[in-house]
Structures are given as C-alpha cells and as structure tokens.
C-alpha cells in the first residue's frame, strides 16, 4: 500500500480494483478498525434488525452487526472484488444464511422501500459529491424510527492526508443538516480519537465524527 502514489491509492479507495484490491481491502480494515467497532457501537444492533452497510469493502466487520439473535446483514459496495471478497468471507464464517454482499451505488439502492431497521457508513461521504441523493434513498430505505450511524473524517484532520485532496470533504454541520432535510432526526454526536497507520502507511493523528440519526 506505502508503494502507491497518492492519486492511486486515492482510485483504489474509492472502488478497489486490480491486482491491488485484496491488498486495499486488508489496509482498509487495519486502517478503519477501531472507527468500525465504534460505529457498530453506536448502532446497536437489535435481535431480528435487518442491517444496511454501505462500501463495507470485503465486510470484515460484518460478524460484529450480526451479534444480536436474528439480525440479518446487506451491504452494498460498488467494487466487485469486494463483492466476490466479502461474500467468501461471510461464507467462511458461517454467516451466509444471514448476510450477502451485493454490487450496488449508493445513489440507488437495490433494497425495498422501509425494509431497514439499521444503516452504517463508515468513510464513504467522501465520495458522494452531494449527500442530498445518498441522504434520501437511505431515508427510503430505513423504516420509521429507523437509525443511521455515519462515520467520516474530521474535515481539518481529512485536508492533512495527501491521498484525499480529491475526496469532497464535508463539515460536521453541514452533514446534520443534510441529514435533517432528508428527513431525519440527529440524535448522538461522537468524537473518535485515535493515533494509528493510515491507508497511506503512515502514522498520524486521526479524528473522525460519528453521527447517529432516527427516520422520522
């Protein structure tokens, strides 16, 4: 990963591809590790929740939301590598009554009207160039009282980071409101903190937002 320049590793996160996807996937997971354990904390699964995660990658962290009895696990990501990956992975781990990976965007999301109990998205935003088409189909999506969590880079900490200066990076207050005029309720703000190795290799201090909101 610490042999690719900026602009491709920027390309392979985005939508890994190529003899580099597999190897973009493990980085992503050593990377977003402990920003996926608190998202998935904030969430809180419940028994019998149907599940939503958008670009999980190769869905390493999909066993974590599957905890609760009867939760049922979807995730949409754009790359198929990942697709193929993941679907291996749930398999491996006898998961695969319960969860699938399937191709998908973001923009448009091959899942049912009010079918989701439950939505992740963890360092994804900065690849919707405006969150207003995302915010909606996922507000379709989740039921009434449905939670979203959404994890993302602290802007400032996101503009020190060499491979996002393509990424549309977003302000916290500007996501709340977003997600209020998509029709949704903010109802828990977190601070992540943490001092690890990027996706780029390199050790730095990281700080991320997760936000928590209802369906209304």
Known sequence: MSMLDARTLAAQLRHPHGEAALAVGESMNRSNGELNRAAITLLAVAPGEQVLEIG?????????????????????????????????????????????????????????????????????????????????????????????????????FMRSLPFAADFQLHELDAVELALRVSGFNVSAWRSHRETATGNDGQSRDKHFHLLLAHRR
């Open 56 to 156: 999980p990658g190769n869905a390493a962290f999909a066993p974590l939301l599957l905890q609760a009895d009867g939760s049922r696990y979807l995730g949409i990501e754009l790359s198929t590598a990942m697709v193929d990956a993941g679907n291996q992975h749930l398999a491996g781990a006898g998961l695969a009554d319960r969860a699938a990976l399937r191709h998908g965007d973001a923009h448009a999301l091959p899942v049912a009207d009010a079918s989701v109990d439950a939505a992740l998205a963890v360092n994804t935003l900065y690849f919707w160039p405006n969150l207003a088409p995302v915010l909606d189909e996922l507000a379709r999506v989740l039921c009434r009282g449905g939670r979203l969590c959404l994890a993302f880079g602290d802007a400032g």
